[in-house]
């Protein structure tokens, strides 16, 4: 099957210091190649500094790389104009870790839910409200919530939310980077149910980027571990946690507590 | 909600300050520039209830006031005739908030000159005077805060959110206007346009020339708020979406600034009517016979007037009530929560 | 060390751009010095025209400029139209009148800021700190004019102090401890001015520099220890709290500089303020921008001298 999004060989080099100091040149990815088929969750495990939220923001477009391509619906995304790519951006969403700075704290839910759709100038206003209310559903959020302002919302609302928005566009693609993670232990667990049922009941392809294994061995179909710009292991959970290869996935499965090499995940962590 | 209630309080405070100075046509018995040669420098006039007789009146009156034969304003009430002051009298014509036509003041006392607050050396009621000169100095004020806050804002934004060398020239820029002593800067710039222009004009320059030395510290306040939120993730999403430059400027950035705008213009207004008072008090502002308080105060520099005629100080103390509305508003303002901050 | 010498290139940059800034509105003002003579019939065209060449008012911009600067070099400001002498001299004795009073002002704001500030942080929310908020915003409300003014007139009327100038007519004939009682009483007026303008700022932020210093686990540690209450306010608190205050007192400088000018004026103390205003409403360009530029550097050295006090108190500053 055709994949969805394939990486050949992409580098991002990044200038570390400014002006007159600038010498040290930090290969933030380091020639690294994968693909995504549709409808699976590929889980990229890495330590902070991997090079893993790099490589989100140059896959959500956010960065453009130093060189490489990445092909995304028959086209190399890393060389569009930004024109070009205004059509491709509603197709890969990017949901960062801190809904705190992810949403504008002074509007409401169901403005920040409409906000792209807006943007996109493809809807009617009340079709546009309907719509509204109707992707806060389905991220499990009620209509009472949806005058509420971002700032008045709990953490795990305020990341579900985030997530109503991504889908707003109905995106092919969904990057999730270290989304989960400055959630607590049980609201962690119902949004990862949250992104299985989503998964099943709209086909979407899921990029789940974390530094925590335990996550990604529940969550995701395949898993690559990312170590200093490169990916050095890629494949699924079972084998990966039973054999591992390299050297980082080795020290990712020393830091995970013993008990829990188990598919399922409870309410307690 | 205290500080709510408190913020509220001020504003109705200045609402009302301001709005008597918008009556002023209502307000004042007299128009402005009406003289009455006869009696220059007369002090304030003595409202009685018991005249002569001893008789009581329930009707405030006054006595007409005639000049001391063989001296110079140096006056006797003439006790002869009691002048009984009336309300809601016809009087001069002026213009109600500038728009509609009205001859209807609020008290008068025909045939005698009720002059509350004393007259000036071309016999004009200080009262009159001192109401329509607030006008004058408070609408100085007023707008040239909106100038300096629409310059700040503009410059603020245009060098926090593109920055690079657009940024640095702004801000060495911004630098240069702060190292400067405010009022040097403000005469110099003054000094550097023509001298004799005509009361509109002279305004109307002057209004300019105070809202453009300011500009500085607010653009630098504006450009920190918008530098703070251009990297925020929700930025960068709405970006993610589609959105343009100018829609994530308006829609997500500039509502962040309403709260240093509104704090610099409580700051900025009596800043700036103070400026307008020191520059007509110097000569360089609004000139006669437009009234404003610095003009007016201006009498004092000549010795005989600050001996001898001490109601001439009046105009000075106006000011002190709407420095305490505009000081209040700004500490209520900074108390009060700004709603994007995460409770 | 890279610290000074930054801050002392800032300051040059500075005093350059205004320089030039200045010499470029006053150049294209409209109209000159010699505007007033050219409408007076008694003077013949040619006598403008020739005083004009005389002056060299009828070079390009950018040569004058260039002329300007240098000569201000050399230390020659140029030449006042209106008093007929040299600019130079002029500004100097003006500014050194404005200087004394400035300082005298800046010495006794901060001398009352500081112990009213520290008591007041020492006894928050009790009596002390009310009253000194109270007297603050009192302060505050009253702008610098009303109280210029007001005290004016309680001196014409009260006739207990001089209501203008530098010293009396017979200044010369006194004996010393009389000029300086002379000096003095024509001082203080001006000074009560700038000090009470000043103070309300000045006290607030010591106070509240000084009330985050006196929560502090080290200071606490230090009262543990036994250390005398004056001692520690000032030997230990105060400098902790000494860098905001610094820098507001380069600040303060400038906002004294600015508040100068028209107290100067509004109580005839012969300093560069009225000399200011008089050669604008003339139109004497080289005073204008000689009065400009002098405060101009004022402020900057002032600035300059608060650097050096943060280079010396802070030792964060000299790590850099």
């Known amino acids: 099957m055709q994949p969805l999004i394939q990486v050949e060989s992409l580098r991002k080099l990044y200038r570390s210091g400014k002006g007159l100091n600038s010498g040290h040149v930090v290969p933030a990815i380091n020639e690294v190649s994968f693909s995504i088929a549709p409808g699976i969750t590929l889980a990229l495990v890495g330590e902070s500094g991997s090079g893993k939220t790099t490589l989100a923001l140059c896959l959500a477009c956010f960065e453009r790389p130093t060189s490489g391509r990445i092909w995304f619906g028959g086209r190399d995304i890393a060389a569009l104009e930004e024109k070009q790519l205004r059509v491709v951006r509603p197709q890969i969403q990017l949901v960062f870790q801190d809904p705190a700075s992810s949403l504008n704290p002074r509007l409401t839910a169901h403005e920040i839910v409409t906000e792209p759709l807006l943007l996109q100038r493809n809807w009617q206003e009340r079709q546009m409200r309907e719509r509204g209310f109707a992707l806060l559903e389905r991220v499990g959020l009620s209509r009472e919530v949806a005058t509420c302002r971002a700032r008045e919302l709990s953490g795990g609302q305020r990341q579900r939310l985030v997530i109503a928005r991504a889908l ?39 990029l789940f980027i974390t530094h925590d294994l335990v996550m990604a061995a529940h969550l995701a179909d395949e898993i690559a571990v990312m170590n200093r710009g490169q990916i050095v292991e890629q494949g699924v959970p079972e084998k990966l946690l039973a054999s591992p290869q390299h050297e980082a996935t080795r020290s990712l499965i020393a830091g995970m507590p013993r008990a829990i090499v188990r598919p399922h995940m409870s309410g307690a962590c | 909600m205290t500080k709510r209630r408190k913020l509220v309080k001020w504003l109705v405070v200045l609402g009302a300050l301001h709005g008597v100075v918008a009556c002023a046509g209502f307000l004042s018995p007299y128009d402005p520039t009406e003289q009455d040669r006869e009696r220059p420098y007369a002090p304030p006039v003595r409202l009685h209830f018991r005249d002569t007789q001893r008789r009581f009146h329930i009707r405030p009156f006054l006595y007409p006031l005639r000049v001391r034969e063989g001296s110079f304003a140096q006056f006797d009430e003439d006790t002869a005739r009691v002048t009984p002051v009336r309300f809601f ?62 310059f700040g ?52 320059l002057i209004v300019i020339v105070i809202g453009l030395v300011g500009w500085a ?127 | 060390m890279r610290f000074l010498l930054r801050r002392l290139a800032h300051a040059a940059f500075l005093l350059f751009a205004v320089s030039i800034l200045t010499y470029l509105f006053a150049s294209l003002a409209p109209g000159d010095y010699f505007d007033e003579m050219r409408l007076n019939p008694q003077i013949a065209p040619q006598t403008v025209v020739a005083l004009r060449a005389q002056y060299r008012l009828d070079r390009p911009l950018p040569l004058r400029y260039v002329r300007w600067l240098d000569s201000v070099v050399h230390g020659d400001l140029g030449y006042s139209f209106s008093y007929n002498s040299s600019v130079a001299p002029l500004l100097l004795v003006r500014a050194r009148n404005t200087l004394v009073l400035t300082l005298t002002a800046a010495l006794l704001a901060w001398g009352l800021a500081l112990p009213l500030g520290v008591r007041s942080a020492e006894h928050v929310g009790r009596l002390p700190d009310a009253l000194v908020s109270w007297m603050t915003a009192g302060l505050l ?49 001006p000074v009560s001015v700038l000090v009470l303008t000043a103070l309300p700022v000045l006290v607030r932020h010591v106070r509240s520099a000084m009330a985050g210093v006196l929560e502090a686990p080290f200071l606490q540690t230090a009262r543990g220890h036994g250390i005398p209450r004056r001692r520690l306010l000032y030997r230990y608190a105060l400098p902790a709290a000494a860098n905001p205050l610094i820098s507001l007192f380069g600040f303060s400088v400038g906002t004294l500089l600015s508040g100068s000018l028209l107290v100067e004026v509004v109580m005839s103390w012969p300093g560069l303020g009225p000399l200011l205003v008089e050669a604008i409403l003339s139109r004497d360009l080289y005073v204008v921008i000689g009065g400009v530029l002098l405060s101009t550097l004022f402020l900057v050295i002032g600035n300059l001298i608060a650097d050096l006090l943060l280079y010396w108190a802070d030792p964060r500053i000299r790590v850099e």
């Open chain 1, 168 to 206: 707003s566009l109905e995106p092919k693609l969904l990057i999730l980077d270290e989304a989960l993670s400055a959630l607590d232990c049980s609201t962690q667990a119902q949004i990862a149910n949250l992104l299985v049922e989503l998964q099943t009941s709209s086909a979407l392809t899921f």
């Open chain 2, 89 to 150: 009298v016809d009087g001069s014509s002026y213009r109600l908030l500038g728009l509609v036509p009205c001859r209807l003041h609020l008290f008068g006392a025909f045939p005698a000159r009720i002059c509350l607050l004393g007259t000036d050396g071309y016999g004009r009621d200080q009262l009159s005077r001192i109401l329509y000169g607030g006008q004058v100095s408070l609408a100085a004020g007023l707008l040239g805060a909106g100038i300096t806050l629409l």
């Open chain 2, 153 to 204: 804002l503009g410059i603020g934004t245009a060098a926090g959110y593109y920055g690079g060398w657009r940024d640095d020239v702004l801000m060495r820029l911004a630098e240069l206007f702060m190292a400067l002593p405010w009022l040097y800067l403000l005469l110099g710039l003054r000094a550097f346009l023509p001298l004799s222009v005509r009361p509109t004009q002279a305004f109307l």
């Open chain 2, 217 to 343: 510290r607010p653009a630098r306040l504006i450009r920190s708020v918008v530098l703070s939120f251009k990297e925020r993730d929700f930025v960068r999403a709405a970006r993610g979406f589609g959105a343009s430059d100018g829609y994530i400027l308006i829609r997500h950035i500039l509502p962040e600034t309403s709260s240093v705008l509104l704090t610099q213009a409580a700051i900025l207004v009596p800043q700036y009517i103070l400026a307008e008072m020191a520059l007509s008090f110097l000569g360089l502002g609004v000139p006669e016979p437009l009234a404003s308080w610095g003009n007016l105060l201006a009498n004092l520099r000549q010795y005989s007037v600050l001996m001898s005629y001490w109601w001439m100080y009046l105009p000075a103390v106006a000011i002190v009530p709407f420095f305490i509305g505009y000081l209040g508003l700004a500490s209520a303002l900074q108390e009060w929560a700004d709603p994007s901050k995460w409770a």
């Open chain 3, 141 to 189: 409300v009253v702008p610098d004019v009303v109280l210029a003014l007001g005290l004016l007139l309680f001196a014409a009327r009260s006739g207990w102090f001089p209501t203008g100038g530098l010293v009396s007519i017979d200044f010369d004939s006194l004996s010393l401890g009389r000029k300086l009682l002379d000096l003095v009483l024509h001082i203080m007026l």
